[in-house]
């Protein structure tokens, strides 16, 4: 495919950092971003100020941070750290972030980026003294995962500081194999959405950054990619044989991940996403529902997923202390699966058998899907399938634009 003008754009703004790239059709143990720099030293550090946006994901194989391992080695000026949402050691919950100070286990300043963007966060950067900003955060494949825009806003914020930027790359734990769901539409970009990509991109965050860089910053960032060695596009997270580290309170495991994409559409409604359960997103429920929704949802016959009638009390968030009735989502065949179509339906399955479903009054749906399309179509009778059809030629548009930034086969 003929890259577009801002495509070719990227492609000469990304500089090659000094490692082949990779396909991982060889095999092998699966090697991230920071494992290949480290191996080779931090050469594409050498001489720089550094400063790290990362979370509690940011740990190498045996779990130790990467900035403690860069701050403990002599090779590294590490001099900042850039914490997102939850934080840089993770003890903010959802919506919270650790704000300004020092880290008390290397004494490094942190600095608080979260719903920061454009020149207060360039601001930050140059408060900080750094010349690069290196990126490594683990991402879980949704549009709505707030991460991904924090790697946009503060690409976009050291173009303006005029700082290089580097992303160490990490698997996309739900495969990178297809973008499925709506696309953003601009009218509806918040902080779970600042550009048109698709629910489920299907990419890494190294892609997504070429992404950024080509087709939405309006000045592309001096931008160095470290690619993984080792991982296919279809691979599942267990095939990283990678430790866990959950990337949110909410996201304790990649089955977490699997379903996300879709149910995380359930915070736009009255029902409990499952937060405050041992299976967040995978439980699903309300005072008053029973097992008519899970035979609803089950009667479909959707691909890949079954789902179980059951009751659960959330420890916090919706529904906080009390038993609730739902369904559980049981995931089959993760090859077949598609978590978008499976929300959608289990959106228009809930409204049909529960006559308290209704939609958060401000409209939190729509800046989920992107659009106020899903929540006007479910609200008009549409089915499922009705649903997912209205969206399948943005996606497709979409999808010819993704695979110009793919990096893996």
Request: with cysteine; proline share 6%.
């Amino acid at each position: 495919m003929r890259l577009s003008r801002r495509g070719l754009l990227a492609a000469t703004t990304a500089a090659a950092v000094p490692f082949p790239a990779t396909s991982g059709a060889g095999g092998g143990r699966l090697r991230t971003g920071f494992e290949r720099l480290a191996a080779d030293g931090y050469a594409p550090l050498a001489g720089r100020r550094v400063g790290v946006v990362t979370n509690p994901t940011g740990v190498t194989r045996d779990v130790r941070h990467i900035v403690d391992v860069m701050h403990d080695d002599p090779r590294v000026n590490l001099v900042a750290v850039f914490g997102p949402e939850h934080g840089f050691r993770g003890t903010a919950q959802a919506g919270g972030s650790e704000g300004r100070y020092d880290d008390p286990a290397t004494g490094l300043p942190v600095y608080d980026t979260y719903l920061k963007a454009g020149r207060p966060l360039a601001d930050i950067f140059t408060a900080s003294g750094v010349d690069t900003v290196v990126f490594d955060i683990q991402d879980v494949g949704a549009r709505f995962y707030t991460y991904i825009w924090t790697l946009y806003d503060c690409m976009e914020a050291a173009a303006l500081a005029g700082k290089r930027f580097m992303v160490l790359d990490r698997p996309n734990p739900v495969t990178g194999r297809a973008a499925l769901g709506p696309v953003l539409h601009r009218e509806f970009a918040t902080f779970v959405g600042r550009q048109p990509i698709a629910q489920a991109h299907g990419m890494t965050v190294a892609e997504l950054a070429r992404l950024f860089n080509g087709e939405f910053l309006t000045s592309p960032v001096p931008l160095d990619t470290v690619l993984m060695a080792g991982w296919r596009r279809s691979d599942f997270y267990d095939a990283s044989r990678l430790p866990w580290v959950p990337p949110s309170p909410n996201m304790p495991t990649p089955d977490t991940a699997l379903v996300y994409s879709g149910t995380c559409l359930f915070e736009g409604t009255n029902l409990s996403e499952g937060r405050g359960t041992t299976r967040p997103f995978e439980l699903l429920g309300a005072e008053g529902v029973d097992g008519r929704w899970a035979a609803e949802a089950e009667r479909l016959e959707l691909p890949g997923v079954h789902f179980r009638e059951a009751y659960f009390t959330p420890a916090f968030s919706k529904s906080q202390g009390r038993t609730i009735g739902g369904v559980q989502i049981h995931v089959h065949d993760r090859a077949a699966y598609d978590p978008v179509r499976t929300g959608i339906a289990l959106l228009v399955t809930a409204k049909k058998v529960w006559s308290g479903f209704a939609w958060r009054s401000d409209a939190w749906i729509d800046k989920l899907t992107g659009s106020a399309r899903v929540r006007t179509m479910i609200d008009a009778g549409a089915t499922a399938d009705e649903v997912v059809a209205a969206w399948q030629d943005e996606l497709a548009a979409f999808r010819r634009i993704r695979r110009e930034y793919l990096l893996y086969g």
